[in-house]
């Protein structure tokens, strides 16, 4: 939290310092209040009447402040939110491909959802009423000071007690928000769950199941919210009785000051104004040290910030120049061996194949050669460099990946072969015929400006593989690996994009295939045929 209030630092001053203003008016015009009931008590109607025209212009001051107010508020919030989101992508970015599939994308939805509208409830505006109410109690202080000191000792034993007894709820709270956290990130799995699976609910008359799951991931969100709330409230409870406690005992001061003739009589209409304001705004100052403690959960998720973020492209895989060998691999996920002791070699240029039965290991292979699955052993080695030197991102900055189930972005088509990226019309026209997807942009009306839908949903299967591999083509990588890539490909289409990946000399080819016939196995450098790990293996 005490790092985006400072990266923003001047966004707060500026929303800090109109509200330092309104709270100064505010207990400035109970000042003046008390001036106004002594010209009543004087009976003195002109300076009754000076001392009310000067509360009216504070009022006007007041009001016009405080939007002012509202609105350098609002935008530094936007600004720290935003900020926010875009540290929860950098700790995203820095997680390892198992890391980041370790959770359920609904818990991440969660975090740049939930977690935000939290911070801002629990975090940013408690910040600046916080602010506002240590500044009424300072000047409250001061204003009472101008009384009598006896006063003002009332008031800092009050405001030490109202501080004080936050420190004993703290854990509480903590604990409350990290419970309330946890239980929304798993609600919105579930919602996000049920939302993709609508189609089969309703198409299997399971209406009555989608109901019941929106209605218990609603439960599961609003429970520890209820729970955390009602315990926020008997604890307000609690300091409300306190400081109405202490706002007794120093009004019965106030009077007795007032009757001994100590102070002025009018003390007894702004004075307890005064009073009240000190008592409430040290009462708020605790509940909202309790709300930022519910909001440590939160923060803690974020281990990275854009700006700590060093660009790693300089350092990448340079250009394979020989090739990848892969000595005596073995991986396992879990307690399950996927392969043992496996070697091969990928020279420059060369087309390979991946074949053999599932399980066996060919989607793998391809994930460890991405640098997705680090925990290997054995050795692959790029022109003799080993993997473990380099990121994932840096040995991608010359593999493009092409699996079976596609994803599309919800955009263009355009888009989702650039991924934002220029490039000339030369190579866009190369990508999409090598891709056979030209053929199907002439039956569009609005061609590669055609929106895709969700996750490709106006796309057929073929049409979203052909886009797939035109996005592998069109970024150039030097290797590329395609895992069942042309499976949704009816035949002449398939052969189309296979003649071309086999046609380019420049391109190292390695394709996962469950099925080749003769005739195309011929065309490969190298066909591999991958077998499961025998159980006898597995069992050791």
Not at 243 to 272: D, E, T
Request: charged share 20%; hydrophobic share 45%.
């Amino acid at each position: 939290m005490r790092y985006y209030l400072k990266k923003y630092w001047v966004a707060n001053l500026l929303a800090i310092l109109p509200g330092l203003v309104v709270c100064a008016l505010d207990v400035g015009n109970d000042l003046l209040m008390m001036r106004a009931f002594e010209g009543i008590i004087d009976r003195d109607l002109r300076d009754f009447i000076f001392w009310m025209l000067l509360m009216v212009g504070a009022w006007v001051l007041l009001l016009w402040t405080g939007s002012l107010r509202d609105y350098f508020q609002a935008r530094a919030i936007r600004a720290m939110n935003n900020a926010v989101r875009r540290d929860i992508a950098a700790t995203l970015l820095h997680k390892s491909h198992v890391e980041f599939h370790g959770k359920d994308t609904g818990e991440y939805l969660s975090w740049f959802t939930n977690d935000v509208n939290q911070m801002e409830d629990l975090a940013w505006a408690p910040f600046y009423q916080c602010v506002d109410h240590a500044a009424t109690a300072i000047f409250c202080v001061a204003a009472l000071l101008t009384l009598h000191w006896s006063l003002l000792a009332a008031a800092l034993v009050n405001a030490a007690v109202m501080l004080l007894a936050p420190q004993f709820f703290t854990k509480r709270m903590e604990k409350l928000g990290r419970s309330c956290e946890t239980e929304q990130a798993k609600a919105t799995g579930k919602l996000k769950d049920i939302l993709s699976g609508f189609d089969v609910l309703r198409s299997f008359g399971r209406e009555q199941r989608f109901r019941q799951g929106a209605e218990a991931a609603s439960e599961q969100i609003e429970k520890p919210r209820f729970r955390l709330r009602t315990v926020k409230a008997f604890i307000t409870a609690g300091f409300g009785c306190v400081n109405v406690g202490c706002q007794i005992l120093i009004n019965l001061l106030i009077g007795l000051l007032s009757i001994r003739g100590v102070i002025l009589q009018g003390a007894l209409m702004g004075g307890g104004n005064l009073v009240g304001g000190l008592s409430n705004s040290v009462g708020s100052l605790a509940q909202y040290l309790l709300s930022f403690s519910t909001t440590k959960p939160y923060f803690d998720k974020i281990t990275e910030h854009g700006e700590r973020i060093q660009d790693e492209e300089s350092g990448g895989l340079p250009e394979i120049r020989q090739g990848i060998t892969v000595q005596g691999l073995s991986f396992q996920y879990d307690e399950k061996p996927v392969l043992d002791g496996l070697s091969l070699s990928f020279k420059k240029g060369g087309k390979y194949a991946l074949t053999g039965p599932s399980g066996c290991g060919k989607s793998t292979l391809l994930k460890l050669l991405l640098g997705w699955l680090p925990d290997y052993k054995g050795a692959i080695r790029f022109d003799g460099a080993d993997a473990h030197e380099f990121t994932p991102e840096q040995l991608q900055q010359q593999m493009s990946y092409i699996e079976q189930n596609v994803f599309l972005f919800n955009t263009t088509i355009r888009d989702n072969i650039t991924l934002g990226e220029n490039f000339t019309d030369a190579q866009m026209e190369k990508a999409l015929r090598d891709s056979a997807l030209a053929g199907d942009l002439a039956a569009m009306p609005e061609g590669l400006d055609t929106p895709v839908g969700e996750d490709g949903s106006d796309l057929s299967g073929g049409q979203k593989q052909r886009v797939a591999i035109a996005r592998a083509l069109i970024h150039d990588c030097s290797v590329l690996l395609v895992d069942e890539g042309t499976s949704a490909l009816d035949q002449k289409n398939a052969g189309i994009v296979e003649e071309s990946l086999l046609a380019n000399p420049e391109l190292t080819l390695i394709l996962v295939s469950h099925h080749l016939t003769p005739e195309r196995k011929a065309q490969f450098t190298q066909v591999y045929d991958l077998q499961p790990v025998p159980p006898h293996q597995q069992a050791a």
